[in-house]
């Protein structure tokens, strides 16, 4: 699949997309790297040096991943991408609940466009909200263990806000990004953000790595990384293809039909959207313990049995919890974003069928069946290669920050945006060359 990548930059307009998305990634990293104004620059860099060493630093390194670090560093892009993706997931839901979206859902492309102003909307809403708890933690020095200080050089109200309507304004300019980069670019925008964040951070920690812990250690992360690679390749590529028939039908004149295709299913039909929502909420009981704490320095008996079980990623709890919610939602997001019905009644529509099953309500319980078939062993994947950096702290990994640096999510994101972004550019060329088929 590289091999498209040669004659893409050699075909004009395929080059400009390609210049375009990566111009609009640097300038991402750009704002990841630049601190907020009014934050206390070294005060911060103490606190995360101190927050992600041991087992203690997991939850706060997860929730970091997703933008590249920028988020415990309280950059301009501290909060990244998130309340959009976020936000989209609302939508997506409302649209099951909320009959006007289903409505919007259904009159195309008009009530897309509808659709996409109220996430953004959302989003905005999402990142105030974000904003104004960081730096709410921040100001207290609440917002990562092992650094009680302040990490803003003025604490006072002003400031703060400031601080929030930049970090504010910083989601906002990310959203634009990857919509920028979905429609002019090559890729979907918002994957292509958290794969240059993650893809950032690879080089850096596994200098870490080699520098603390050794060849034979590195070498044998280095190892399962690979073999990561190769099984989520295998499980991405995989999918459960159902033929389906189109009879003949004439319209005027005209005959139409009379074709055979087939219907892919994806063993991983959700993505990687369960496990950043899994790790999202899993993130909600610690921060909502950090904001009830009191100033006696006596924790409540439900605080410090979160810190214990749900923030140490060595826990079984911890790791039990997080496999559980991954599995959950895999289901959930299959079950909102794949209809059985819808896709029975197009078929319908169409004069489609699979064989052996009549059109209408036997279509689509064959389709749920299958569907629920092959969701289990796409959910359990999932949950495996998620918590693989935990199990590694197990067995000679002691930093949760290299563990999940060259860990199962970073690899699982890295290897899916960057399958989807071969295949759109190959899809592309087809559509500009087809000497492959005439060969």
Known sequence: MLSALAPALRTPDLRRKILLTLGLLALYRLGATLPSPGVDYKGVRSCVDNASGGQSGGIYQLISLFSGGALLQLTVFAIGIMPYITASI???????????????RKEGQTGQNKITQYTRYLSVALAVLQASTLVALAGHG??????????????????????VLVMTAGAALTMWFGELITERGVGNGMSLLIFAGIAARIPTQAMAILDSQGVL?????????????????????????IPVQYAKRVVGRKMYGGSSTYLPLKVNQAGVIPVIFASSLLYLPNLLAQLT????????????????????PSS???????????????????????????????MKKYAGFIPGYRPGKPTSDYLSYVLSRITLPGSLYLGVVAV?????????????TQTLALGGTSVLIVVSVGLDTVKQIESQLLNRNYEGFLR
């Open 90 to 104: 609302i939508t997506q839901l409302l649209a099951v609940v909320i009959p006007r979206f289903e409505e919007l």
């Open 142 to 163: 609440q917002l990562m263990p092992g650094c009680d200080k302040s990490m803003l050089a003025d604490s006072s109200l002003f400031s703060m806000i400031i601080i």
């Open 217 to 241: 250690v590195f070498a044998g992360i280095c190892g399962a990384a690979l073999l990561t690679i190769v099984g989520v390749v295998f499980v991405e590529q995989g999918q459960r293809r």
């Open 293 to 312: 704490r009191s100033d006696s320095g006596n924790p409540a008996t439900w605080q410090v049995w979160i810190s214990k079980y749900l923030v140490n």
């Open 316 to 346: 079984p709890v911890y790791v039990g919890v997080y496999f559980a919610m991954i599995v959950f939602f895999t289901y959930f997001y299959v079950a909102i974003t794949f209809n059985p019905e819808e896709r029975a009644d197009e």
């Open 388 to 400: 693989l950096p935990n199990l590694l702290l197990h067995f000679g990994a002691t930093d949760t």
